[in-house]
């Protein structure tokens, strides 16, 4: 979980409609990874090494770079899946959507019981008005128990359950996730922030304790400790978490709403 990790409400990237399969489907064989398994020939080895070299382009935010190296990699081999996976989230983050869903598509029927292109087409259909739709593909991949990280789909589809507001079933998912990865400082900060929203400030003080002892607050997770203590009266500790988020992120929405009272 490298990326968006430190933006809470922002979605986690790396996430078919293809013809005649779909995730829906119980008795599927789990299937590893196209990107770990191990090349047939030298074409697919080829198309690998341009793919892996432009998710460390994606990663580095250098997405100019990242797409051509996916474009090699289908190049070379143009059966290799994962190609099109990275083709597919370099135009999300371009905003291109109509590229973005064409090879993610395509990626689905290369390889339709990929986990690792199930959550990400997931993602997509996600951000693009298709939570339901999206929700059976993180489903999927997260109930391959050859996928080597399941708590990303089930963090997307806690992201995703909270695009349609069903915060019950968003709160499941995120519990899922830091059972497999204790970790995930996602799904702890949507955990505290969900805790809050229903008024179990003491869980949500707890979880924002486990957040703050795993990374360095930011804004957003200074904010809710600001709104947490608050409402629980420790007057200590909300100054302590006001104190902080004027010194480092003044003039953030977040510092906004502080200096205007908005608390709700």
Sequence with gaps: MKRAILIF?????AGCAGTGTGPGSGSAPSVVPVSEQAPAGM??????????LG?????SGNLAVAL??????AATDPGYAPAYDLMGLVHILLNETPQAQAALERAIQLAPGDPQIAN??????????REQEALKYFAAAARNPLYKTPTRPYTNAGLCSLRIKDDKTAEEHFQRAVMLDGSNVQA???????????????????????????????AESLWLGVRIER???DRQAEANYSSQLRRKFA?????????????E
């Design 68 to 73: 051509e190296e996916a474009r090699l990699a």
């Design 251 to 263: 003039g953030s929405p977040e510092h906004q709403a502080l200096l205007q009272g908005r608390y």
């Design 231 to 233: 409402k629980i009266g």
């Design 43 to 52: 074409a697919e080895k080829s198309a690998k090494t341009h793919t892996e």
């Design 9 to 13: 409400s922002a979605a986690f990237i």
């Design 55 to 59: 998710t460390l382009y994606l990663q």
């Design 120 to 129: 990400d087409y997931g993602w997509f259909l996600c951000q693009n008005g």
């Design 188 to 218: 702890i900060y949507h955990l505290s922030a969900l805790a809050y929203k229903r008024g179990d400030y003491f869980n949500a003080k707890k979880y924002l304790g486990e957040l703050h002892h795993l990374m360095e607050p930011n």
